[in-house]
């Protein structure tokens, strides 16, 4: 297993503002991706993150709005730009082999934008 | 696509009850199926997955491709199983992860 932290784990934060989130696994790790989870609402993907090589978003989400780095194996960030109260959610990320069996997760950070 | 549908967004039992959560998907290919749960104020962490054919804290969960479903159930559901239980889908040549909307459990003394 991996174990996976976050940062911040939560935040209140002004619309037109910008937040980031780290994410830092204790093993290095081919893959990770990032999750939303909005209230009320399942997990979504955001983008799955490689290292050395452009995020690949899904669809509803693009790189302006959700630039993210992948400086090395082991660590990760993901912004929330420009925010309003509709990116009020908790952001995950998780991580996976070269081969997805299992996921595992980050703690997750709740976001909160007024 | 791939998809994955919870019909159930509340469940509640009573302790000792059999307990069924519900999850069907559609996906043309290969599929490989999660349970994943959250207990309160936890993070998400993997409950089972298919193609182990395992038994977690009790619970199981069969694929059915006939039916595309994978339901997790319990003979016997305990207080502490009370928590978000999500039924994830991959592929193998993906590597994301698809989610309902999740169930969530109460069970109740």
């Known amino acids: 297993s991996a174990v996976i932290s976050q940062k911040p784990s939560r935040d209140i934060c002004q619309r037109g503002t910008s937040l980031t989130i780290q994410c830092q696994v204790d093993?290095?790790?081919?893959?990770m991706f990032w999750y939303r989870q909005q209230p009320g609402q399942s997990l979504t993907l955001i983008a799955t993150a490689n290292q050395g090589s452009e995020a690949t978003y899904e669809s509803g989400f693009v790189i302006d709005k959700f630039p993210i780095s992948r400086p090395n194996l082991t660590f990760s960030t993901l912004t929330v730009s420009n925010m309003s109260p509709e990116d009020s959610s908790i952001y995950l990320c998780?991580?996976?082999?070269?081969?997805?069996?299992?996921?595992?997760f980050g703690p997750g950070t709740r976001l909160l934008v007024l | 696509a791939q998809r994955v549908t919870q019909p159930e967004k509340l469940l509640s039992v009573f302790k000792g009850a059999p307990v069924e959560l519900k999850c069907n998907y559609s996906?043309?290919?290969?599929?490989?199926l999660f349970w994943y749960v959250q207990y309160s104020r936890q993070r998400l962490q993997l409950l089972l997955r298919?193609?182990s054919r395992e038994s977690i804290k009790g619970f199981t969960a069969d694929l059915n491709k006939g039916e595309t479903s994978f339901h997790l159930k319990k003979p016997f559901a305990q207080e502490e199983d009370s928590a978000m239980y999500y039924c994830?889908?991959?592929?193998?040549?993906?590597?994301?992860?698809?989610f309902g909307a999740g169930t969530r459990l109460t069970v109740k003394p």
């Open positions: 298919h193609i």
């Open positions: 093993s290095q790790v081919t893959m």
């Open positions: 998780s991580v996976g082999g070269a081969f997805v069996e299992t996921q595992y």
């Open positions: 994830a889908l991959s592929s193998w040549n993906n590597n994301d992860m698809r």
């Open positions: 996906y043309s290919g290969s599929p490989e």
